[in-house]
């Protein structure tokens, strides 16, 4: 006992890493993995820029411009924010669900992090940050073009980055809680059966007038939705209250799904 007792004294304590450094390591990590891929990583850029060139620019030749809160504003400077929106959850959904499920499945990633001094909170912070500099990325270049267009109306425009970067957060939070459950590549089949029609009916290329009834509540509630009605009435300057529910609500959203990602990985990977 005596012998047990002094070993015990003397084995070295746990090294924790603060947590903006364990983070920080785990977001480095993605980023050199990255780089020798950095082509699969731009063409995640072209799909919301296609469908501005295609229905933004084209079809708006042949189509009347839309009212914001009183401002009539051209068809493609309406659909220009939906892209932008949708290009920060495309980011992060697609960095944050295949990519999340191949490194927790097959690569064991993440089960060789949690051997090191890194948490599961750092581990799944590291995850989701990472998804969301893509989306951010993305959403920057996005809104350069935007610019350079003439598609952004209002100096308030200047917070449509950062109000991308909470789009990306959530969704790349919810994306990774959700994979935890995935068990199959069969599975993440149901993420595209939830995307494509919210990246449709979103209000990203008619107003949300267009739907009635019980209906309508259901886009409103859509998290794309909120990232769209923040992302227009940011880059049209036409500012009501449904920008700061849309704040609130994705922040929650993200919140959420970074809670249910540490609880996730810790059952799976240190149980």
């Not at 746990?14 to 780089?35: C, E, F, I, S």
């Not at 998804?131 to 109306?153: K, N, P, T």
């Not at 425009?157 to 459950?181: E, K, Q, R």
């Not at 919210?198 to 990232?227: H, I, K, N």
Request: aromatic share 12%.
């Amino acid at each position: 006992m005596a012998v047990a007792g002094y070993l015990a004294a003397k084995r070295p304590e746990p090294t924790v890493l603060p947590p903006a450094v364990g983070t920080g390591l785990v977001v480095r990590r993605h980023v050199l993995a990255m780089r020798n891929v950095w082509w699969i990583f731009a063409t995640g850029f072209l799909e919301p820029l296609l469908y501005l060139l295609s229905i933004g620019i084209g079809v708006g030749a042949l189509v009347g411009g839309f009212e914001i809160g009183g401002k009539e504003v051209a068809y493609a400077a309406f659909v220009a924010p939906g892209m932008l929106a949708a290009s920060a959850m495309n980011g992060a959904v697609m960095d944050s669900t295949m990519n999340v499920f191949h490194r927790l499945k097959y690569d064991k990633l993440y089960d060789q992090m949690l051997s090191t001094p890194l948490t599961a909170v750092q581990v799944a912070g590291g995850q989701i940050g990472f998804s969301l500099a893509r989306g951010g990325l993305y959403s920057a270049a996005f809104l350069a073009i935007m610019g350079a267009l003439g598609y952004v109306e209002s100096w308030w425009g200047v917070l449509a980055l950062p109000a991308t970067l909470l789009v990306g957060f959530a969704f790349a939070a919810v994306g990774m809680a959700v994979t935890t459950f995935m068990r199959s590549w069969q599975d993440l089949e149901l993420v595209q059966l939830v995307v494509m029609p919210m990246f449709m009916f979103s209000a990203t290329f008619f107003p949300v007038d267009t739907f009635e009834g019980w209906l309508r509540v259901v886009v409103e509630c859509t998290p794309l939705y909120r990232g769209v009605v923040l992302c227009r009435e940011l880059t049209t300057g036409v500012l009501t209250w449904d920008s700061a529910i849309s704040v609130v609500y994705l922040a929650a959203m993200g919140l959420a799904g970074l809670w249910v990602c540490r609880r996730r990985l810790t059952t799976l990977l240190l149980s």
